[in-house]
């Protein structure tokens, strides 16, 4: 468990994929959703590529460090995958492997939202 904590604060001070892609390009899809229990708010983006496979993956997290982390993860989680493979990801796997508290369920629970409306 000290391990997969350490990867909280990992994922959190230095998130991977933080940005935007270009929400006009035409195999760029963008989801936004907001958890009213904590205030945060999370955009995802995927760029796909002819194949339907997940070639890059960003996003912007406003809220806790529990929701930044899961943000993080989930975009390296989905990179190189089908989009339905990553439609299968679930936010109780990113809590997994987080080791989040079930208090902060929630705050993984965005990426499964997000990622079926990019």
């Known amino acids: ?5 350490l990867s909280v ?5 230095n998130p991977r994929n933080v940005g ?3 929400k006009n390009s035409k195999n760029v899809g963008t989801g936004l959703v907001g958890a009213p229990a904590c205030g945060d708010v ?7 590529d002819e194949n339907g496979k997940i070639v890059d993956a960003k ?3 406003f809220g806790c460090g529990s929701a930044i982390a ?4 989930a975009t390296e989680w989905v ?9 299968k990801i679930k936010n ?3 809590a997994k492997e987080l080791c989040l508290p079930p208090v902060k369920l929630h705050c993984s629970s965005k990426f499964t939202v997000v990622i079926n409306t990019s």
């Open 9 to 13: 604060v990992d994922h959190y001070e």
């Open 70 to 73: 899961s943000s993080s993860l």
């Open 59 to 61: 996003f912007k997290t």
């Open 92 to 94: 109780t796997d990113i």
């Open 20 to 22: 935007s892609l270009d």
């Open 1 to 5: 468990t000290g391990n997969t904590a």
């Open 42 to 48: 999370m955009k995802l983006q995927i760029q796909v």
């Open 79 to 87: 990179k190189g995958k089908s989009v339905d493979d990553a439609l």
